[in-house]
Nanobody, 122 residues
C-alpha cells in the first residue's frame, strides 16, 4: 500500500554534513506527521525530529541547532539536513509517516522505511 524509502546516508568525517531524504509512495490520500528516528547497536530507537503537514517541527535536544527537518508535501518527501556531525550521531536513520490511504480515508496508519546508515568518523 504505502512504501517509505530513505536515502542519503553514508560515511562522513566529524564536523561534516549529510542530507537525508525519505519518499513516501503508494495509494496516499494525505500525510500528517513525518518523523526521523535513529537506532544504533545496543541503544533504543530515538526520535530525532518530526514535522507536521503544516510545518511545525520538533527536535531531540541532542540535535537542536545542528539538524533541520523539512518536507515537500507535493512530493510526499521529508528531508533531514544534518550539520556539525559527531561520532555519536552514527546510527541507522529511519523515517515514518502517518498516512491516510484511499482505502482508509478516516484513519491515519504509521508506515516505516527500512533506514539508511549514517557513519561519522572521528
Amino acid at each position: 500500500q504505502v512504501q517509505l524509502v530513505e536515502s542519503g546516508g553514508g560515511l562522513v568525517q566529524a564536523g561534516g554534513s549529510l542530507r537525508l531524504s525519505c519518499v513516501a509512495s503508494g495509494s496516499i490520500f494525505s500525510i500528517n506527521a513525518m518523523t526521523w528516528y535513529r537506532q544504533s547497536p545496543g541503544n533504543q530507537r530515538e526520535l530525532v525530529a518530526s514535522i507536521t503537514s503544516g510545518g511545525s517541527t520538533n527536535y531531540a535536544d541532542s540535535v537542536k541547532g545542528r539538524f533541520t527537518i523539512s518536507r515537500d508535501n507535493a512530493k510526499n518527501t521529508v528531508f533531514l539536513q544534518m550539520s556539525s556531525l559527531k561520532p555519536e550521531d552514527t546510527a541507522v536513520y529511519l523515517c515514518n509517516a502517518a498516512v491516510r490511504t484511499r482505502a482508509t480515508m478516516y484513519t491515519y496508519n504509521v508506515y516505516w522505511g527500512r533506514g539508511t546508515q549514517v557513519t561519522v568518523s572521528s
